[in-house]
Structures are given as C-alpha cells and as structure tokens.
C-alpha cells in the first residue's frame, strides 16, 4: 500500500531573507497557510493506493476526517504490530495518538474513527524576526475552535496568487494578516467555524453558540493534560543532534 500525504497547507508567505524560507502556495479559497491553524494550513492532499486497497474502494473519495498522525497505527495494524510505545508508558510518557483507519479505507466501516481532530494546543510560532504567538485550534464534528490572541497568515489569497502586486506577501508582522481570537471564558470568545456550511472559514459564529465554545473549550483542557511539551532550554536539541551524529545522519530515539 502506498500513502501519499503532505504535512500541511502550501506556505502563503514570501521569504525576506536567508534566514527564513518563503513559498508561493495557493489555497484558495480556504484561509491561511502553512503555519496558521486555519484550513488552508492543515488541510492536505493525499491519497492510497496499491494490491491491498480493495477493489470497491478504488477510485473513490472520502470526506472524513484523518490525521497524519493515524498512518501510524494504521500501518501498525497492517504489519500485525502493536503500536503501543510502551517505553514511553514507563517513563510516564502520554499514549501515542494514533486511531487504525484501516476500517474506514478498506470500507469494512463507512463512519470514520475520529470525531475530535486536535490541530494545535498551545503552541507558539516565534523567530528572533517574528513576533512570538500562542494559538490552540480544534475540531470537533462539524465545528472548528481556535483561540489566541493573534493569529497570523489570516486572509484569502485569491485565484491568482501571488503576483508582483503582492510582494511583500503574507508577512507574519503585517497586522492586516492576523486576527484576534481572545478567550473570554464563561461568555465564549475565540472564533468558531461551521466548517460543513463555511469550510472557507468566513464567517465566526462564536457569539451564536456559547455553548458549544463551553464543550470544545472543555475538550481542549483535557487535550492539554497529556499534552508533551519539551523543556524551553536546549538540552533536547543537542541530545537529539548528538544522536543524529551517532545514527549516521539518521534520527532515533534520543529521550
């Protein structure tokens, strides 16, 4: 079987030095990019194929939400292999993430195994050039949740994007690309999203459901309990670089 997965939506944002990477993506009509918790940053193409995909599936397209993270347990399942780490369960580590999909590709079930799709919980975007953000994002059914006090890469490009009228674009300090997703607790706040009805992200809808804010708000505090966060010093990184040294250019375990 053969899984072709991008990681993320196509970067929307030039490059104004060596120093950082730019590209000239397009996800139009969704909103964002790489980098931004909106759909045009974490919705991406992919595809499965192969001797193992069942004859009645071929061809056909599913709507249903997966994460990259689920290829893991999937091929775990196909190769006949637990995919528990119970090395990190020793260490008091959080259990691994990952949800079998094979059911839902080879059409043995037709409702998909995730209803609750964590994007991002509390992570910043920061460089010694760019301005240090925290956002959380979440879907859960039909509706997305995001919150933070500025998120960047917020707007639509366009059909024809980018184009020299444009430059510079999508510049993480341009105040015209961030919006404020505050949250005010019991009275709701952030931006939600029916992604059903408005997958281009248009429309937040926070204020008409506080209720729902309240629930997915809820499901978001119990994401940040087992939530994994490296420490803040570099420690990690230079034991994970010593190992890389070790493997030969290769990456292993280095915790």
Known sequence: MLVFSAD???PVYWSPGSWF???????WPLKGGKASPWEGGVRASAFVSGGLVPQAQRGTKLEDKVHVADWYATFC????????????AAA???PVDSINLWPLLSGANTTAPR????????VGLGHAKIPLVNYSALIVGDWKWVVGLAIVQSFHQGPQFPNASLIPYGEFTNKSYIQHCPDL?????GCLYNL????????????????VVKQ?????????VTKYQLPSDTSQEKACLAKKDEYGNFYGPWL
């Open 115 to 122: 209803d609750v799709l964590p994007l991002v919980v509390d």
């Open 196 to 211: 059903a009805t408005d997958p281009n992200e248009l429309e937040n809808v926070a204020e008409r459901h506080i209720k």
């Open 8 to 10: 993320n939506g196509g």
């Open 77 to 88: 399942a196909l190769a006949g292999v637990d995919p528990t780490d119970h090395a990190a």
């Open 185 to 189: 607790g019991p009275l709701g706040g």
């Open 92 to 94: 008091g580590l959080p």
């Open 216 to 224: 997915i708000r809820e499901q978001l505090d119990a994401l940040r």
């Open 21 to 27: 990477g730019g590209g000239g993506a397009n996800n």
